[in-house]
């Protein structure tokens, strides 16, 4: 659906990644390029994005209103799916990324309000107001901070619901305080010492995925 692309290339500028290429989006939707490409000629004919082969993908200003909406759609979905469904976090994007397309405004209205009107989504992601304003995430991607960082992670990507759940296995999940001790890349770890709600510590390693799957807020000083 075209909702899925505009959504796709949305969420890349979110997480300041560079503009998506057609070969990205089609690896990610899992459909060949050639489809791809056909469908953003479409959506560049509707006015929803600027495509300029081999310089990726930009939204207009329609193509952001509606992709913004989408996410909003899909991050509602998800709190309500772990808050009164009892989902656990790694299961939520597939079954939202079904249901986004099938509810109703007014049923996603009733699904906030139901919810207190969330700010921030299982995994941490800000979910967008009504307005299309996005609240403001305070955090840095656990791949750019140096060794002797401290800060609790704040938001996790949701694409691997595989990493996910050896997050849990790790006991790593949003507000743990983790303090990064080495990044190993020889060894593809990020060498790191989480404390546990009871005050004590483990040293954990974290696979180097996680370098860009975790967003981590720094302690203040």
């Known amino acids: 659906m075209a909702e899925d692309y505009l959504k796709l290339v949305w969420k890349s500028g979110e997480r300041g990644d560079s503009a998506l290429a057609t070969r990205d989006i089609a690896a990610i939707l899992r459909v060949s390029a050639s489809t791809v490409s056909g469908n953003l000629r479409k ?31 899909h991050r509602l979905i998800e709190t309500y799916l772990v808050r009164r469904l009892g989902y656990g976090w790694d299961e ?28 921030h989504d299982p995994h941490g992601d800000p979910i967008p107001g009504t307005d299309g304003v996005v609240p403001e995430v305070a955090g840095t991607l656990l791949s750019t901070v140096s060794a002797g960082t401290c800060g609790t992670v704040g938001r996790v990507s949701d694409d691997d619901p595989g990493l996910l759940r050896y997050f849990d296995e790790l006991g790593v999940a949003l507000g743990t305080h983790l303090r990064v001790e080495d990044v190993r890349d020889y060894a593809g770890v990020i060498a790191v010492t989480r404390t546990a709600s009871d005050g004590s510590e483990a040293l954990v390693d974290l696979p180097a995925a996680a370098g860009t799957a975790v967003w981590l807020t720094p302690d203040a000083h």
């Not at 004919?45 to 759609?73: C, K, Q, S, W």
């Not at 699904?111 to 969330?118: A, E, Q, R, S, V």
């Open 43 to 73: 959506l560049d004919r509707d006015g929803l994005i600027e495509h300029t082969p081999y310089h990726g993908v930009v939204l207009t200003d329609l193509g952001h209103r509606i992709a913004v909406a989408m996410v909003r759609r």
């Open 92 to 119: 939520v994007h597939a079954e939202a990324e079904a249901l986004e397309h099938a509810v109703s405004d007014t049923f996603l209205d009733r699904i906030d309000t139901d919810l207190g009107h969330p700010t």
